[in-house]
């Protein structure tokens, strides 16, 4: 979960995950895109999943105004927000048939761990549906799903305005950060229910001879983020570099 955190910043044109924009910024030779068809249903794709997105931003806020409170407002986006973070598993089709050119294995695990958090954690573990951890999140997914997709639609119309591209590789230092630090709280905030239910464990003996252990399980990707978090930070922060100040010397050009 620590790496689809870092998706705002190191995915690729077309909603599947190619690194092609620090490709682009350090003069590598660029790969041919997608045909018409598929950059059509590219665009499509990625446009249906800012508006998701931008549902679900409003819904927040059309919630907090009407409550006065920002407690519990998962409620208000529940269904909107599993939906769309369901809908990215369609990025690794997109992978696999090769319209993105990305890695199939980078991205289903990027895509994965979101679901993941969404179905096997917070949709699993009612009890931690309200804490505050879990909006620390869904801010920092939503956010950065807004620029990400409208970053890729305007990207595959080779109209990319600077703003998006500046968004896209700067507002991560903050919502990077917050998505990790919502993600693992969440997941602490549910080791005591997990544990209490036995909840998706398996224990012996059974016919099977295999036993799992869901609360070690959720321990263990706690203790990824550990490794994982500091490595993509600082990638990110270097592709910024690239990818920013490459813009900038393409403006003293033009």
């Not at 990305?102 to 994965?112: A, E, P």
């Not at 909840?199 to 001879?209: D, F, H």
Request: glycine share 8%; hydrophobic share 50%.
């Amino acid at each position: 979960m620590a790496a689809a955190a870092a998706t705002a910043a190191t995915k690729g044109n077309g909603g599947g995950g190619a690194r092609a924009g620090a490709g682009e910024a350090g003069g590598a030779r660029k790969k041919k895109g997608p045909g018409p068809l598929a950059t059509a249903y590219l665009v499509i794709y990625n446009v249906v999943m800012t508006a998701g997105w931008l549902v679900i931003a409003v819904g927040l806020v059309r919630a907090y105004l009407a409550k006065g409170s920002y407690h519990s407002l998962y409620y208000s986006i529940e269904k909107p927000l599993k939906f769309f973070q369901t809908g990215a598993l369609l990025e690794i089709l997109h992978c696999a048939v090769g319209i993105v050119p990305s890695s199939v294995v980078l991205t289903s695990f990027q895509v994965m761990s979101r679901v993941f958090l969404i179905w096997a954690v917070t949709h699993s573990v009612k009890e931690v549906q309200s804490e505050d951890s879990v909006l620390l999140f869904v801010i920092a997914w939503t956010i950065t799903e807004i620029i990400r997709y409208s970053f890729y639609t305007f990207s595959l119309l080779n109209h990319l305005p600077y703003l998006i591209k500046w968004a896209r590789y700067t507002l991560f230092i903050v919502l990077y950060p917050m998505g990790v630090s919502g993600e693992l709280l969440t997941i602490y905030a549910a080791l005591p229910f997990v544990r209490q239910a036995g909840l998706y464990s398996i224990s012996l003996p059974n016919k099977y001879n295999f036993s799992f252990d869901y609360y070690a399980f959720l321990i263990l990707i706690m203790i990824s983020y550990i490794p994982i978090f500091p490595q993509l930070y600082f990638h990110m922060i270097h592709q910024r570099r690239k990818v920013l100040s490459h813009t900038e010397e393409h403006k003293k050009f033009e």
